[in-house]
T-cell receptor
């Protein structure tokens, strides 16, 4: 049972435009959400996170939006750059299960020059 | 340099031959965890450890063992590997594994092939 789903396996965007990556979750106990970026032959690296008490968190070109009623979060990258081309994973955790972190399947983002 | 180090980077083995993948972190992190990455399934948690001598199962623990005898090391043991354990494995650590401290630092990965 996939509790965190990224339904778009891939996304292609032109440089300078906005990239929107989506993530849905089913477990209402999740209260903390993170995005990780992964380049080939490297481990994932932390990008941005958001607590369930917020609906938006911004860090430079990256903004994460959380819609708790829809159990949906999205990552916006503006403007997109070729160096953003990577696999993006969303992840979720719950205070009720400290230490357990559930990831989505990942979305491959390609930013074309 | 703060890092999580996994060894080996690549490993080819045969069914049933016990193996250990090592993981070490130099950031004095309390929390460590193992994940496997498979196409279409993303990253799935195998085991995690909140502190020394404290380990717990993740979502896919079958066929794996771990130990946490020291804070810096968290080896992953496959007692009798099978072909369905062919995967890309990642070790990760974080300060405490709780709340705002759940930002994970990942190793570079171990590509395991079981023939």
């Amino acid at each position: 049972d996939q509790q965190v789903k990224q339904n778009s396996p891939s996304l292609s965007v032109q440089e300078g435009r906005i990239s929107i990556l989506n993530c849905d979750y089913t477990n209402s106990m999740f209260d903390y959400f993170l995005w990780y970026k992964k380049y080939p032959a490297e481990g994932p690296t932390f990008l941005i996170s958001i607590s369930s008490i917020k609906d938006k968190n911004e860090d430079g070109r990256f903004t994460v939006f959380l819609n708790k009623s829809a159990k949906h979060l999205s990552l916006h990258i503006v403007p997109s750059q070729p160096g953003d081309s990577a696999v993006y994973f969303c992840a979720a955790s719950s205070r009720a299960s400290y230490g357990k972190l559930t990831f989505g399947q990942g979305t491959i983002l390609t930013v074309h020059p | 340099e703060a890092q999580v180090t996994q060894n080996p980077r690549y490993l080819i083995t045969v069914t049933g031959k016990k193996l250990t993948v090592t993981c070490s972190q130099n950031m004095n992190h309390e929390y460590m965890s193992w994940y496997r990455q498979d196409p279409g399934l993303g990253l799935r948690q195998i085991y995690y450890s909140m502190n020394v001598e404290v380990t717990d199962k993740g979502d896919v623990p079958e066929g794996y063992k771990v130990s946490r005898k020291e804070k810096r090391n968290f080896p992953l043991i496959l007692e009798s590997p099978s072909p369905n354990q062919t995967s890309l494995y990642f070790c990760a650590s974080s300060l405490s594994g709780q709340g705002v401290n759940e930002k994970l630092f990942f190793g570079s990965g171990t590509q395991l092939s079981v023939l």
